[in-house]
């Protein structure tokens, strides 16, 4: 939760799950709910797909306001401006000759090969590009900007985005520019995504296999290499028997039927995993034999197996999430808890199981998942405190989450100030902008 005291005045939780939950772990509404929408689909390929900005997150500074011209909006779909020009159907941003940004997103999450930006006034300004890999920012793209020349044509800026940075799949990304040098507004109509989609294309890049610009293809050669030895008998040196959560606890052993064997790799086990470190040191995982776990199902830690060798998952079905989260928290993969954690946010949390999945988590104990929707809840307080379930929360949880929405309230005003004493800031450094009426040079074939 964002605020300390609102932390202290929880009850206290249990940081660790002592029991992986099964699919009964979600709100009997909620379950139903992800069993009609068929999650997890197979069979589903990649494809290469073009696609123009979906929707605008965030920006600096934008020149028009509500349904003018010149608005953030302007660059979404595909372009507009039939000539190089000066054009309200374009996005301007508010002053000439700064440094601004714009946080956008498209419809289908892809891996970036190419983006391409069609600037209709005063080409040249963009100077670096980032993709959110599900836990922040990833530069993947830098040049030195240059919006001083006035081609007297509409320009396409291709990014090509550099081959060590295309395992990130994601569909928001961040454009940042630097206008100095530019004699009039900067000015964009669109920009259009070419990539990779797979199936499900899930969001989301463990922080152990991000590669920073700037390195070369090295670090995702060698975690190629890693990804090849999943399931490999021939170099294994121990096994793992996972097998079936038993209904009948009188029995006292499964039949083989019920179990998986998995080869596995006690090196790669014991630097991914802290708790399998620890059995490898104890003597509980010894070269070259057998460990029986039990009361896991064996197509959860299949899962959870493929991040460990992979880092990635490329088909999981939503409604395990819960179930493979507390897998990755009792191992201690701190990685994949925070992509299931993502994937909950994007795929499970709404606004119309907000208020019940808030309530459920904290009657189990999952504080992290608590956390999370409480959050949602504080950002989206007025649409969700409109909902039934919402008004079946406990007097604590509803003061709580007031509490949070409050402190939200506060961050929002003193951002909002913060940005207004920059602007003043650069206001008086660039001197007074050109008066709006005139929107400066109108530039034409």
């Known amino acids: 939760l964002s605020s300390p005291n609102i932390r202290r005045n929880m009850s206290v939780l249990p940081l660790r799950c002592s029991a ?35 929707e605008v997150i965030g920006f ?32 301007a941003f508010a002053r000439v000759g700064t ?18 930006i069609t600037e209709s006034l005063c080409p040249g300004a963009l100077e670096v590009v980032s993709l959110w890999d599900g836990q922040q920012m990833v530069e993947v793209f830098r040049r030195h900007a240059d919006c001083g020349i006035h081609p007297r044509t509409i320009r396409v800026q291709e990014v090509q985005i550099p081959v060590e940075h295309r395992h990130i799949t994601t569909n928001r990304f961040r454009l940042d520019f630097n206008q100095q040098g530019g004699q ?23 922080s152990h296999l991000k590669v920073e610009a700037g390195q070369s ?8 290499s890693v990804a090849s030895l999943f399931k490999d008998e021939s170099t294994c040196d121990c096994h793992l028997i996972i097998c079936e959560p038993m209904d009948n606890h009188d029995s006292p052993k499964p039949d083989q039927d019920q179990c998986v064997r998995i080869a596995a790799h006690r090196g790669i086990l014991a630097a991914r995993s802290p708790l399998f470190s620890m059995m490898i040191n104890n003597g509980e995982l010894a070269l070259g034999s057998e460990k029986r ?20 998952i490329n088909e999981m079905d939503p409604f395990n ?78 003061l709580q989450l007031i509490e949070l929405h409050e402190a939200y309230q506060n961050d929002k005003s003193r951002k909002r100030k913060r940005e207004e004493n920059e602007e003043s800031v650069q206001e008086i450094l660039a001197g007074p902008p050109p008066p709006v009426a005139s929107r400066g040079l109108h530039w034409s074939p």
């Open 217 to 224: 293809d090295c670090k995702i050669r060698i975690a190629d």
């Open 60 to 91: 600096s500074s934008q020149f028009g306001t509500g349904e003018g011209g010149w608005t953030a909006r302007s660059i979404l779909g595909p372009p507009r401006v039939q000539h190089y020009s000066d054009n309200g159907l374009a996005m």
């Open 293 to 312: 776990i039990m009361g896991i199902a064996p197509n959860l830690m299949m899962l959870f197996f493929e991040w460990i060798y992979t880092g990635t």
């Open 321 to 398: 999430v819960v179930s493979l989260m507390a897998v990755a928290d009792y191992y201690q993969v701190e990685d994949l808890v925070n992509y299931c954690i993502f994937q909950y946010e994007t795929k499970v949390l709404d606004l119309s199981a907000a208020a019940v999945l808030y309530r459920h988590w904290c009657s189990i104990g999952l504080e992290k998942l608590r956390d999370v929707t409480a959050d949602f809840i504080a950002r989206n307080f007025l649409k969700v405190s409109k909902t039934d379930d919402f008004k079946l929360l406990e007097q604590q949880q509803l």
């Open 99 to 116: 440094r601004e940004y714009i946080d956008v997103q498209i419809e289908r999450p892809c891996k970036f090969e190419e983006i391409r």
């Open 184 to 206: 009039t507004w900067y000015e964009i109509d669109a920009i259009e995504v070419i990539g990779i989609c797979s199936g499900d294309s899930m969001i989301g890049l463990p």
């Open 20 to 54: 992986v939950p099964n699919t009964r772990s979600w709100p009997v509404s909620v379950e139903a709910k992800l069993k009609s929408q068929q999650w997890g689909q197979e069979g589903k390929k990649q494809e290469r797909v073009r696609q123009w900005v979906s």
